[in-house]
């Protein structure tokens, strides 16, 4: 008998053998409850109150004076991307229940996706060829909001201000 097939066995018998009665594995709860749930929103809140200001602020200008000035739309635009992707590493590095943690993986892939049109638009060479991003960015915000909206609701806290 070979190595791997005297492994197999003694893991078959371990196993099956009489007198050890099989538990079930508990789940780990999906969502968090009470005060773990009130420190997991206030970590939340923590790293998305800045990032959503700057976020404002950069978006703000686009609407305003970077209509008329290319490099400002740009720098912007990458402020924009790079205060996103800073939020998506802090947003990972904290430990969620499972169905939350879902959430904030899919949050920051259609975060990421967003990104990657966001540093496309802030390369355009033109004021015409970056109005045209215009439309593309605002449909990629639309999961980015759903998945806030989402993961809000299971901290216990508000949706976000749309305004």
């Known amino acids: 008998m070979t190595t791997a097939a005297l492994c197999g066995a003694a893991l078959l018998a371990a196993g099956c053998a009489p007198g050890q009665p099989a538990r079930p594995a508990r789940p780990a709860p999906t969502l968090a409850t009470g005060a773990g749930r009130r420190a997991l929103a206030a970590r939340y809140v923590a790293i998305a109150q800045p990032a959503n200001r700057r976020l404002e602020i950069d978006f703000d200008r686009l609407d305003g004076r970077d209509r008329r000035d290319l490099a400002a739309a740009q ?81 216990g806290l508000p949706p976000p201000d749309t305004s």
């Open 75 to 155: 720098g912007d635009l990458r402020a924009a991307a790079s205060t996103e992707h800073l939020f998506d590493r802090r947003l990972l590095a904290i430990a969620f229940p499972p169905a939350t943690e879902a959430q904030v993986r899919f949050l920051v892939w259609v975060n990421e996706s967003r990104d990657r049109l966001t540093a496309t638009a802030a390369a355009a060479t033109s004021l015409r060829q970056l109005a045209r991003y215009e439309p593309r960015l605002s449909t990629a915000n639309q999961p980015v909001e759903q998945a806030v909206t989402t993961i809000r609701s299971q901290l």
